[in-house]
């Protein structure tokens, strides 16, 4: 049957070939275009046309109406058009096909039909290879986003599939759900190809403008293998963009020189380079950060220019450590306590009945981690909602010094105001947390945060207790004593923290990246070349630029790349600035995407950046291209 198959014409050198069509054609039938003549000569003849009585000599045709084929339904061979007359037909037959020279139309006739049927059956099985291709890259997607295990496509997402199908719609439909292939090595093939396809995609965008800032962390894996992960904020077109770009494990040591080889490496294969990277973001650890043979160190070598941030949300929380000792015997006897209570299962069954009983809003306390940012609070926050509770509990335990610290009004004031300033403390946590945090937004929530420090201490030295609802909640009209004093002690000692930790908190020369109206008569006091500054005086002097950027529902980086041909270095110069990531947050975020993946169950899973980058990227795969590159082929 391949005399009735037309081949389409290659697309481009690397797709593969497309699935044949089949074309069965009388003169009233549609058919499909086949190749031209190529001379002129060749257009100056006559065109000879298909006659129905040619199938009485055992031929149908193909190509297109203007210019037919005969083509034999006995040995498939095509004949030119010009031997598209009864006499050169019916010597084919007879001279090549003697056997069957004397067979009625009719032979003929249902051989044709028999042709047609088996290609329609091959169209429509191609037709259902494609469909079920590109079914299963799209649950080989939804399994890497949910953070599965491969094996779940053939045996969770198969068999149910079939079972729903079947119930619903027959036996008939279930049987084509059998022909998407789900095997275990397929959804790895298929979860590989789309990681290195949205690579592909992020590099290329990179590429468009160069300019990129990084964000880099290492972590262990369920293997106690070191894993090193980066994220790249890129320009993408009217807007910046945030995307995950490598998992690379360190095979033996982690030191600064096996960072940067690493990421070098990576640069190197992607074409990009250290002379377009602005900003590097790390958690602060010695390897990262040394000022010699850090990962840093050595990147500045190669870029003097880049911006090195000390991730925020590690420093606050070094903030939170260096001034927990203030209060740090309260917050270890509620350690206790809680430990005491998860020892045993049947003491946490009892708590829990008890909780029931007295409709809380919990059932059960918290267990402190020391590496979680959000611990401390949340732990004595649900450990003051269920106080009375747990008062309850050690009375019935006839644990009398648990019970005696819960009836005492200082500890109880102590633990209250630990509550309120942690709850505090996590608020600004979480603010700093996400997507688009930049150093000027960080800086100025800092900033902000000990502005808060002091209002608050100059407010309890006057006996207002309104910013701790917990503590006056407790107190009422109780005398507090030292702890006035304590408190604002301690208040006093997280700014001073603040301070060491952060020691340029002010982004007065940045400001005017966010609001750049409202700097008109300070140009010469910010940091511009000359280009810059005249720049900025056009750009503030500009009032249909001013409605914009207030009116404008947009971000600031959209704001600054659309000013892209209008003040190309000033746009520069200010999405310099927002660019460097402020925090690692996006690092953190992967490091428990991949707790999940390589769990114990998956502990000899090797390659993590594949699964990882399909999970938490943004850009999905272009599967219609992806599709292209394979030829259909149906599950047995």
């Known amino acids: 049957m391949d005399m009735f198959i037309v081949k389409r014409k ?79 037909l019916k010597r084919h037959l007879t001279t090549k096909h003697p056997s069957v ?3 009625s139309v009719m032979y003929f006739s249902r051989i044709l039909e028999g042709e047609k049927k088996t290609a ?57 759900i059998s022909k998407v292939p789900l095997s275990n090595n397929t959804i790895r093939r298929r979860i590989s190809e789309m990681s290195c396809n949205i690579n592909e995609q992020v590099t290329e965008k990179i590429k468009t403008y160069r300019t990129f800032a990084l964000q880099v962390d290492e972590s262990l894996d369920i293997g106690d293998k070191p894993q090193l992960l980066g994220f790249i904020r890129y320009i993408d077109e009217k807007d910046i963009s945030e995307q995950f770009l490598f998992c690379r494990p360190l095979e033996t040591t982690t030191t600064g020189h096996d960072i940067f080889v690493s990421i070098n490496s990576y640069l190197n294969d ?18 990262m950060s040394g000022k010699i043979k850090g990962f840093t160190a050595r990147a500045l070598n190669e870029n003097p220019s880049i911006i090195i941030t000390h991730c925020f ?22 350690v206790k306590m809680v430990n005491y209570m998860k020892s045993r299962p049947l003491k946490c069954r ?35 909602e269920l106080k009375e509770q747990v008062k309850t509990f050690f009375k019935d335990e006839n644990q009398d010094t648990f019970h005696e610290l819960l009836l005492s009004d200082s500890w109880c004031f102590e633990l209250s105001y630990l509550a ?44 207002d207790l309104s910013n701790f609802p917990s503590l006056l909640n407790v107190a ?33 020369n940045l400001d005017w990246v966010v609001s750049p109206f409202d700097f008109v008569d300070s140009a010469e006091e910010i940091d511009f070349t000359a280009c810059e500054r005249d720049e900025f005086i056009d750009l503030c002097a500009d009032s249909t630029l001013k409605g914009k950027f207030t009116k404008s529902e947009a971000s600031v980086a959209s704001f600054w790349l659309q000013r892209r041909e209008e003040y190309p270095n000033l746009m520069k110069k200010a999405i310099n600035a927002l660019l460097p990531f402020s925090t690692s947050y996006l690092c953190e975020q992967a490091f428990s995407a991949m707790v999940t993946i390589k769990c114990k169950a998956r502990n000899r899973l090797n390659n993590l950046e594949d699964d990882l980058r399909v999970s938490l990227s943004t850009v999905r795969p272009d599967i219609t291209y992806l599709c292209s590159k394979h030829q259909s082929q149906v599950s047995h």
């Open 10 to 88: 290659r697309q481009d050198s690397g797709s593969e070939q497309s699935a044949p069509t089949a074309c069965f054609k009388k003169p009233n039938l549609t058919v499909s275009p086949g190749p031209s003549n190529s001379t002129h000569k060749e257009d100056k003849r006559k065109k000879r046309t298909y006659q129905d009585s040619y199938l009485a000599y055992g031929f149908t045709w193909n190509n297109n109406e203007e210019n037919p084929i005969p083509v034999c339904l006995v040995c498939g061979e095509t004949l030119s058009n010009e031997a598209m007359v009864p006499s050169k």
């Open 101 to 103: 020279s004397q067979k």
């Open 120 to 176: 329609v059956r091959m169209v429509k099985r191609m037709t259902i290879g494609d469909t079920a291709l590109e079914a299963s890259f799209k649950v080989a997607e939804l399994i890497a986003k949910k953070k599965k295990p491969h094996t779940l496509g053939e045996e969770i997402i198969g068999p149910a599939c079939k079972v729903i199908v079947s119930t619903i719609l027959g036996e008939g439909a279930a049987n084509q």
């Open 270 to 287: 992607h074409d990009l380079s250290w002379k377009d990277c602005c900003g590097i973001c790390t958690d602060g650890a010695p390897s």
């Open 313 to 334: 949300l590690h420093r606050e929380a070094l903030v939170v450590k260096a001034c927990n000792q203030d209060f740090a015997e309260v917050f270890n006897q509620v």
């Open 350 to 384: 009892i708590f829990e009945q008890l909780c029931r009983a007295t409709d809380a809003a919990h059932t059960s306390l918290l267990l402190h981690t020391e590496v979680r940012w959000l611990s401390r609070g949340r732990v004595l926050n649900r450990f003051l």
């Open 420 to 463: 309120d300033i942690f709850h505090k403390l996590n608020e600004l946590n979480v603010s700093m947390q996400g997507r688009h945090e930049t150093i000027i937004s960080s800086t100025n929530k800092m900033k902000g945060f000990k502005r808060k420090l002091s209002s608050w201490k100059s407010a309890v030295q006057k006996g």
């Open 476 to 508: 009422g009209d109780k005398d507090l004593g030292k702890l006035k004093d304590r408190i604002c002690d301690h208040l006093s000692r997280l700014q001073d923290a603040i301070d060491a930790y952060f020691p340029t908190i002010s982004t007065t």
